[in-house]
């Protein structure tokens, strides 16, 4: 199933009452469902940021990542690869130079895997998930200077 579709179906879903969505296609499905708040999804992905660190400037830094425009967000739930396959080099590395449109990492979702791309040019200045991690829709994974 296209990327785009599972997109429209997840936009579909946030502008109706419904709670969960499914479609199938072929031999392919998709089940997209949302919990009963977007506050549990944000306090999930921020709690452990904050209990990771002591030090008080990175938990600043760290709260600025969700209010941060240049942060290259996961567009779908799935699994987040760094690299294109286990015996490759990652897409790209803290300190890269990235233009719009290139590939920074995969995020695989149900067996499919799907490129994302940069929304921004500039440099890699924080990679915020580690390889083979599972991903939230729209959770911060880079962030570009």
């Known amino acids: 199933m296209d990327i785009r579709k599972i997109k429209k179906l997840i936009e579909m879903l946030q502008d109706s009452d419904l709670t969960e969505i ?29 209990t990771s660190s002591a030090n008080p400037e990175v938990v600043q830094g760290q709260n600025s990542v969700i209010d941060d425009q240049s942060n290259i967000k996961s567009p779908i739930v ?12 990652p897409y790209v590395e803290k300190g ?28 890699v200045e924080e990679i915020y998930i580690d ?3 599972p991903v939230e829709f729209d959770q911060p994974l880079f962030k570009i200077k």
């Open 78 to 89: 799935g699994t987040f690869y760094r690299k294109p396959a286990p015996d490759k080099p």
């Open 22 to 50: 499914e479609v199938t296609e072929g031999e392919e499905s998709v089940r997209i469902s949302r919990g009963s708040s977007k506050e549990v999804v944000y306090e999930k992905n921020v709690a452990p940021q904050f």
């Open 131 to 133: 390889d083979a991690t």
């Open 96 to 123: 890269d130079r990235v233009e719009v449109g290139q590939v920074v990492c995969i995020v695989e979702a149900m067996k499919m895997m799907n490129e994302i791309k940069s929304e921004f040019s500039g440099i």
